[in-house]
């Protein structure tokens, strides 16, 4: 048993038991001088000092915050975190000029770390996978959703699903997994897209739905990956095979990616930069959640942010992630995307908090066990090195967490 004790802020996001959006997204139920008792991984009680000091049991382990806020670990709701190799060379070509979408079109893009990835045995995904978990860690981050989609063969997206599987066992990280086997045409299908389609549809969906390798499905739905209409076709048959859906939507081209979400009632819209408000209000009667990745506009050097104080506005429960992969967003800071939603979103610093702890937890179907610290809750918490929530987005470029616990376990310490 723990009793974490001189909290200058615990924020717990307490409240109803759903995703928050309007102004319930500004609420982040915090205690001033709290108390966090943990009992069994698991939050037993969370309140104030003068009203909880008597009752800290004797047997308890006491951990003194030294007057610095406590938090629920991050939900980071989209990753692509197993990949061979890395892009830093498309990088340093983007620096000289290139675009994103011309280096794509080259043969570079989500293509080239598909080639490495499928030359990296298991041995050096772990290795790489083992690495970018500590990174998410030491940034308070306790739990992400996992994209596969570097494989694009039934045997290398397997493959890249094992990998997850086996960093959620052997990582201190928890990891939802998401099969994204239509992220790009790869390179021997080109030209014959609708073959690609059929194999996505016919063998990869099934055997990952047999295997259970993954909770959810996704899409990339944009000009030069999968039309809407292929997209509509394997999202469809991944939902009659049990898996939920996320789509990858108008992240550099406005393509009707939003409305087919909204149109098959996906958990998530994810980059939504060219959505318009017609789009917004789609998402918003289909209780679609957006998923915002500021980080890899800021990577692609772009200047199009997605409208979140549209969305908000909209009634959507807005999410933030990192979408941390190779490409667009090397990034697995969820600090920096909160500087990032404040400054270039205009989100406050506890609207992005919201987006990044419990509506993240509900866009993953996790929203009953994290995201939030109240009773009967997992204790996935972090002692952050500042008294002030707000201070999180607005100290940049530097690591806050000081100390980071899963299911009430200390993994982390600086
Ligand atoms: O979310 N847009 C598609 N997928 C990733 C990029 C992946 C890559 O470039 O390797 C994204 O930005
Ligand atoms: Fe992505």
Same mark, same amino acid.
């Given at each position: 048993m723990i009793a974490v004790i001189n909290i200058s802020q615990l924020v717990t996001l307490s409240g109803p038991q759903r995703p928050r959006t309007g102004p319930a997204m500004r609420d982040l139920s915090i205690i001033e001088?709290?108390?966090? #008792? &943990?009992?069994?991984?698991?939050?037993?009680?969370?309140?104030? !000092?003068?009203?909880?000091?008597?009752?800290?049991?004797?047997? %308890?382990?006491?951990?003194?915050? +030294?007057? @610095?806020?406590?938090?629920? +670990? *991050?939900?980071?709701?989209?990753?692509?975190?197993?990949?061979?190799?890395?892009?830093?060379?498309?990088?340093?070509?983007?620096? $000289?000029?290139?675009?994103?979408?011309?280096?794509? /079109?080259?043969?570079?893009?989500?293509?080239?770390?598909?080639?490495?990835?499928?030359?990296?045995?298991?041995?050096?995904?772990?290795?790489?996978?083992?690495?970018?978990?500590? !990174?998410?860690?030491?940034?308070?981050?306790?739990?992400?959703?996992?994209?596969?989609?570097?494989?694009?063969?039934?045997?290398?997206?397997?493959?890249?699903?094992?990998?997850? @599987? @086996?960093?959620?066992?052997?990582?201190?990280?928890?990891? &939802?997994?998401?099969?994204? +086997? /239509?992220?790009?045409?790869?390179?021997?299908?080109?030209?014959?897209?609708?073959?690609?389609?059929?194999?996505? #549809?016919?063998?990869?969906?099934?055997?990952?739905?047999?295997?259970?390798? $993954?909770? *959810? =499905?996704?899409?990339? =739905?944009?000009?030069? /990956?999968?039309? &809407?209409?292929?997209?509509?076709? #394997?999202?469809? $048959?991944?939902?009659?095979?049990?898996?939920?859906? @996320?789509?990858?939507?108008?992240?550099?081209?406005?393509?009707?990616?939003?409305?087919?979400?909204?149109?098959?009632? /996906? &958990?998530? %819209?994810?980059h939504l930069e060219h959505t318009d408000i017609e789009g917004m209000s789609l998402l918003r009667m289909a209780g679609v959640q957006p998923v915002l990745l500021p980080a890899s506009v800021l990577m692609l050097g772009s200047k199009q942010f997605p409208d979140a104080r549209s969305m908000i506005d909209a009634g959507l429960a807005v999410v933030i992630a990192s979408d941390f992969n190779p490409g667009s967003s090397p990034v697995p800071s969820m600090p920096l995307v909160l500087s990032l939603a404040s400054t270039q979103m205009r989100m406050t610093p506890a609207e992005s908090i919201t987006a990044a702890t419990i509506n993240a937890a509900y866009s993953i179907n996790r929203g009953d066990q994290i995201g939030s610290l109240e009773p009967g809750k997992t204790a996935d918490f972090v002692i952050h090195d500042c008294s002030d929530y707000r201070e999180l987005a607005y100290f940049t470029g530097i690591e806050h967490a000081r100390a980071v616990y899963k299911s009430g376990r200390q993994v982390f310490q600086r």
């Open positions: 001088n709290g108390v966090l #008792i &943990v009992r069994d991984e698991k939050v037993s009680e969370a309140g104030n !000092w003068d009203k909880l000091a008597g009752r800290i049991p004797e047997n %308890a382990q006491v951990v003194d915050a +030294g007057g @610095r806020i406590v938090m629920p +670990g *991050f939900v980071d709701a989209h990753t692509h975190p197993v990949f061979g190799g890395n892009r830093a060379d498309e990088f340093e070509m983007r620096a $000289a000029g290139k675009t994103y979408q011309q280096i794509a /079109a080259s043969g570079g893009g989500i293509n080239s770390t598909v080639e490495r990835t499928r030359r990296a045995d298991e041995g050096e995904l772990m290795l790489a996978g083992r690495r970018y978990a500590g !990174w998410f860690i030491r940034n308070g981050t306790t739990t992400i959703e996992a994209k596969s989609g570097y494989g694009l063969t039934l045997e290398d997206e397997l493959r890249l699903l094992s990998v997850i @599987r @086996r960093l959620n066992d052997d990582t201190d990280l928890d990891y &939802v997994p998401t099969f994204l +086997g /239509a992220h790009a045409i790869p390179l021997e299908f080109e030209g014959r897209t609708e073959d690609y389609v059929d194999l996505v #549809i016919h063998k990869m969906i099934p055997k990952v739905a047999e295997e259970r390798m $993954a909770e *959810f =499905c996704d899409v990339f =739905c944009e000009e030069g /990956a999968f039309t &809407v209409g292929q997209s509509r076709r #394997i999202l469809q $048959a991944a939902r009659k095979a049990g898996m939920k859906l @996320r789509v990858h939507a108008d992240q550099l081209t406005k393509g009707g990616g939003a409305e087919l979400a909204a149109e098959l009632r /996906a &958990v998530t %819209a994810d």
